[in-house]
């Protein structure tokens, strides 16, 4: 086991309870307000998985309350369904498999991001969400993680 993408995909495993996402407003945010997340706005990798797959029938509809993602089409709101899983599984993975895992890490990033970003609505692009410290740790713990696995080859 290398210890640089072990301790990588630690810091992932870690950041997954921070937030990863803070709403600007919490009377609009919907999913969020009528949760119990309407303290502080923040909106960790965990709640956001509990979130989109509380009701399996309207999990659609659950990513996008969540990430306030407005009028997407199935393929947008599909990304962040797929992306989720691969984000956990890549930290849980990473840990012992560097490369597979960071790799599988990052496709999940990317995959959440983009509907965040190129998605009508009120989500990041809108300004309404921000990216959290949980979120940017993300990113940095798989792209350390997977660097350092491809360069210990």
């Not at 990052?106 to 970003?117: D, R, Y």
């Not at 410290?133 to 792209?143: D, E, K, P, Q, R």
Request: net charge positive; glycine share 12%; hydrophobic share 50%.
């Amino acid at each position: 086991m290398k210890p640089i993408p072990f301790l990588a995909a630690l810091l992932v495993l870690v950041a997954m309870t921070m937030p990863w996402f803070t709403a600007d407003n919490t009377q609009r945010m919907g999913v969020l307000a009528t949760s119990g997340h309407s303290d502080n706005g923040e909106l960790t990798l965990w709640n956001i998985t509990k979130e989109v797959y509380s009701n399996p029938v309207t999990i659609k509809e659950n990513v996008l309350k969540t990430l306030r993602i407005e009028s997407a089409s199935s393929f947008e709101s599909i990304l962040p369904i797929l992306g989720i899983p691969l984000v956990i599984l890549g930290a849980v993975i990473g840990l012992f498999k560097g490369r597979a895992g960071h790799g599988m890490g990052l496709l999940g990033m990317v995959l959440l991001t983009l509907p965040l970003i190129y998605s009508p609505g009120e989500g990041i692009r809108s300004g309404s969400l921000t990216v959290g410290i949980g979120y940017v740790l993300a990113w940095v713990g798989f792209s350390v993680g997977l660097v350092s696995a491809l360069a210990s080859k």
